[in-house]
């Protein structure tokens, strides 16, 4: 494992969208604030505003901006304006040794998450998963993404909150999971099995999030997980933020909890739900590669170690 | 024939009492799954009712076709429990698609067993086209041969997609694999992911939006599947456009054909879109495993796919009737 190092003040952070272009032109002079607020110096990629179907820009303008951003060593950290879709076409032609010679943070979610898993897979140096720039849309995480990015410290735990209970998590199999934290997108995670870029998942503590689909989708992928027999090799499942996914007002399906557990409980596997992780304003960061301990019945993941040198 | 339901349920009598009738019509008897009419979230029943179902009638030797009723979703939850020695030692038809190819690559794969990617059980009459194909491939001992498009039905107000869009020229040779996009992207990184080494690859799905089929198209491209395939069929793809999924639209989309001009334009395969296949009311029967041939063209008439070998025997290997 490659930690890069910590931010500091006026550190450069470059800007990229190498999935889909940002909703509006505002998103963009946003993220610069932000960034600029965090008290870093915002680098914005030549063609974050491009445009090729549903992506920002052609492969090559958006491979040219991200490579550059991982490459450039005056560049200390690079952090995903955008979701959407894109990131995959680029995964086979990024400067892996490069980046691994100069390691640097790299953020975001979503597509992103793709990147993430990815670099990670390929260089051994920890990724963060943290809202893209276009989700910095509270205080509270304006500031634990500061913080995570300047602290050499271990990040911040996360810690199941329910709106009314002190003390709840929901935990059909309570029980601890230690090791490497994977946290993915579950539609990521899954796009990447079978591909050189695929995580290795034996003996991790697997973090899941999704955004806006159904039951019966996040299920087809969690089977693609159970039946490639890597969930036996996972030591903890703590499934995250599922944002807008239901079942879409099919009143007879069962929900994601009950779909996932009908496997889960059975293997005996510590799994918990509604862990403060996925790609809203209210997530908490989760450095991709350090160890860490799920506690699946408090609904806590705490890390061993610090993300960053 | 035995009717099972692997992945989702019909709750329509009328409409199993129709396909019965079919069956009839056609001569053939049949045997209904004892757990045909349960259900669990999507799915008929439970992975364990469903499991109970498909051994029972694979096992039954009275059973000469599994024809599963409909797709919908649940089938590959079933893959690690599935008996792969008893389909072995009771070779039998199944065809189906959609959700049913999470059955037909694995069983096909790990058993050798050639599998149909055609009509399930309450599709096959839908109309001329599908049901001569059906035929073809699953009531006779001759090769299915070069495959046509359905005929003109001389609507002058219709509207005319061309049927074939070459989208790579070129002249390929191999065993048939393929099915819903959907299912073979789940199937990948686990012991059922399609191997594509030397073989005619046929690709379809429904209602999805043109970016997730380029995820899916992605995925299986760096997985290298597509360096090792000697041609590639993507099916008509209905609804496969901007805001086709009524859930995943993502601003800015742009179109199938361009994206999969974008994706497989410099392969130096053939590589053609538009066939009848899958989720399309004119639907081929395909043959998972036998030899065919693809050769495209630009010109008008340049697509001639071949399936060259029957895919049927008279009698099943070791039967001694």
């Not at chain 1, 159904?214 to 903890?236: E, F, M, P, Q």
Request: hydrophobic share 40%; net charge neutral; aromatic share 8%.
């Amino acid at each position: 494992m490659i930690k890069p190092r910590a931010l500091k003040s006026k550190d450069r952070v470059a800007i990229v969208a190498p999935s889909s272009r940002p909703a509006k032109p505002s998103v963009l002079a946003r993220a610069r604030r932000i960034v600029h607020d965090m008290g870093f110096e915002p680098v914005v990629g030549k063609n974050v505003l491009s445009t090729r179907g549903y992506m920002a820009g052609s492969d090559e303008q958006r491979l040219s901006d991200f490579a550059q951003a991982l490459s450039d060593p005056s560049i200390h950290a690079v952090w995903a304006l955008t979701g959407g879709f894109g990131a995959m076409h680029l995964l086979d032609k990024l400067p892996y040794e490069t980046f691994k010679a100069n390691p640097k943070i790299v953020l975001g979610c979503d597509d992103f998450s793709h990147v993430l898993l990815a670099l990670h897979q390929k260089t051994g140096v920890v990724t963060l998963n943290a809202p893209n720039l276009d989700r910095i849309e509270t205080r509270d995480i304006f500031e634990r993404v500061k913080k995570a990015l300047t602290t050499t410290d271990h990040l911040h735990e996360l810690v199941h909150r329910d709106n009314f209970l002190d003390d709840f998590a929901y935990a059909p199999v309570e029980g601890f999971g230690k090791g490497k934290i994977i946290a993915a997108n579950l539609t990521a995670l899954v796009s990447l099995f079978g591909t050189p870029f695929e995580p290795d998942l034996e003996g991790s503590v697997l973090l899941l999030e999704d955004r806006s689909e159904r039951n019966d989708i996040l299920d087809r992928w969690l089977t693609t997980l159970y039946i490639s027999g890597k969930l036996s090799h996972v030591t903890a499942v703590g499934f995250g933020q599922f944002e807008n996914c239901d079942s879409r007002g099919a009143f007879n399906m069962l929900s994601f909890e009950e779909l996932a557990a009908d496997r889960l409980c059975p293997m005996k596997l510590p799994c918990c739900f509604d862990l403060p992780f996925g790609q809203s304003p209210s997530t908490f960061v989760v450095p991709i590669g350090v160890t860490g301990v799920l506690d699946t019945a408090k609904g806590k993941l705490t890390f061993n170690e610090s993300a960053w040198g | 024939m035995a009717i099972i339901t692997p992945s989702s349920p019909s709750f329509e009598p009328g409409t199993l009492k129709y396909s019965l009738d079919w069956l009839r019509k056609l001569g053939l008897k049949y045997k209904l799954g004892r757990h045909t009419f349960e259900s669990y979230s999507s799915y008929a029943g439970s992975d364990a009712a469903r499991l109970e179902d498909f051994h029972t009638l694979w096992a039954d030797p009275d059973v000469t076709a599994v024809l599963p009723l409909r797709g919908g979703a649940g089938a590959p939850r079933l893959l690690p429990k599935i008996d792969f020695d008893l389909i072995a030692k009771h070779p039998k038809i199944l065809c189906g698609f959609s959700d049913i190819t999470g059955l037909l690559i694995p069983i096909h794969q790990l058993t050798g067993l050639v599998t149909f990617h055609g009509p399930t059980l309450g599709l096959m009459y839908e109309n001329a086209y599908t049901h001569s194909y059906y035929l073809k491939a699953l009531m006779s001992t001759s090769p299915i041969g070069l495959v046509g498009d359905p005929a003109d039905d001389g609507d002058a107000w219709g509207f005319d997609y061309p049927p074939r869009i070459v989208i790579c020229e070129g002249k390929g040779r191999g065993r048939l694999t393929g099915g819903c996009l959907t299912l073979i992207r789940g199937l990948m990184g686990t012991p059922y992911e399609i191997d594509c080494r030397d073989k005619i690859v046929f690709l379809e799905d429904v209602d999805e939006e043109p970016h997730t089929i380029d995820r899916m198209i992605s995925q299986l491209l760096l997985a290298g599947k597509f360096d090792q395939a000697q041609g590639i069929i993507i099916g008509d793809c209905n609804g496969c456009r901007p805001g086709g999924s009524k859930r995943n639209v993502l601003p800015l989309n742009y179109s199938l054909e361009t994206m999969l001009r974008d994706r497989l334009g410099h392969l130096n395969i053939p590589v053609v879109f538009g066939l009848k296949i899958g989720h399309t009311i004119d639907k081929l029967t395909l043959p998972l495993g036998v030899m065919a041939s693809l050769e495209t063209s630009a010109t008008a008439t340049g697509v001639k796919f071949k399936i060259e070998e029957a895919a049927c025997v008279d009698k099943a290997p070791g039967s001694k009737k």
